[in-house]
T-cell receptor, first 109, second 116 residues
């Protein structure tokens, strides 16, 4: 079957670094997406990885290991506005996104 | 661009009533997706269209749900009759055809549906 696993909730301190992990099992693989969703709002695109390695985009970085079925999202210099849910989604062989349940990130001052 | 537009933003209806949700995708996007999000089940894909043609409706819960896309700038999701378990946030998303980031989806603000 197809499955995406990520922690339900994480807490971190303002100014610190946090890593949100995601493991995936999908029928085929055409890339791994990370989306951010603030409470009561729509998901917005953060990153896309299809090759192994780290993609850096400002304070956010995303890593992929295809052989391990593993990805993480790294957030540096945390700000209060980073409090949100972070959704991991794997694209299967039919180019359909299989979504994780999301990780709620709580930032404390 | 105005982004994906959805209406209404909030809908409260009684069980058994018909509900119609509307979506205007971003101009030029080839794909349109309808999702449902609840605390229990997370984000679920209901159906998606490519160039106005339904491609995969395997996520549609049952015959009470139907979706149409009569043209490139408009889509509807209809629930008839509605039930309390249909209460959720319904998102519409659209996506351009791109090589570098396939199917990067732009979400609308969602419709919060409450069925009493």
């Amino acid at each position: 079957g197809q499955n995406i696993d990520q922690p339900t909730e994480m807490t971190a301190t303002e100014g610190a670094i946090v890593q949100i992990n995601c493991t995936y099992q999908t029928s085929g693989f055409n890339g791994l997406f990370w989306y951010q969703q603030h409470a009561g709002e729509a998901p917005t695109f953060l990153s896309y990885n299809v090759l192994d390695g780290l993609e850096e985009k400002g304070r956010f970085s995303s890593f992929l290991s295809r052989s391990k079925g593993y990805s993480y999202l790294l957030l540096k210099e945390l700000q209060m506005k980073d409090s949100a849910s972070y959704l991991c989604a794997s694209m299967d062989s039919n180019y359909q996104l299989i979504w994780g349940a999301g990780t709620k990130l709580i930032i404390k001052p | 661009d105005a982004g994906v537009i959805q209406s209404p933003r909030h809908e409260v209806t009684e069980m058994g009533q018909e509900v119609t949700l509307r979506c205007k995708p971003i101009s030029g996007h080839d794909y349109l997706f309808w999702y449902r999000q609840t605390m229990m089940r997370g984000l679920e894909l209901l159906i998606y269209f490519n160039n106005n043609v339904p491609i995969d409706d395997s996520g549609m819960p049952e015959d009470r749900f139907s979706a149409k896309m009569p043209n490139a700038s408009f889509s509807t999701l209809k629930i008839q009759p509605s039930e309390p378990r249909d209460s959720a946030v319904y998102f519409c998303a659209s996506s351009p055809l791109r090589i570098d980031v396939p199917y990067e989806q732009y979400f609308g603000p969602g419709t919060r549906l409450t069925v009493t």
